[in-house]
């Protein structure tokens, strides 16, 4: 194999592993997942309330269930805020 067609080799590594970075990035800040880690949250919650035998344990799962997804919003600005200040722009 020559220098060419190695180099060519780890070009289409690097982009595929590009792909993969740039999917894995949309599917962090993707409104699909923070839904369904409110869902999960808000299930495993109930089923927890209701085994210990809480008074309304599905309604009482929404609290944390929402703490939970405002918590998922908000944190992508307090990261840019964080890294702003860390590189000195702030």
């Keep these: 194999m020559d220098k060419l067609q190695k180099l060519e080799e780890k070009i ?3 982009e595929a592993r590009n792909r993969k970075v740039e999917a894995d990035k949309s599917w962090e800040t993707s409104y699909t997942r923070r839904v369904l880690l409110f869902v999960f949250t ?8 209701n085994v210990i035998q809480v008074e309304n ?17 908000t944190l992508p600005f307090f990261k840019n ?3 702003k200040k860390r590189n000195g722009k702030i």
């Design 12 to 14: 289409s590594k690097i």
């Design 42 to 49: 808000y299930i495993s919650i109930g089923l927890y309330l």
């Design 81 to 83: 805020l964080w890294m």
């Design 57 to 73: 344990p599905w309604l009482n799962a929404i609290v944390p269930s929402i703490g939970f997804l405002l918590s998922t919003l």
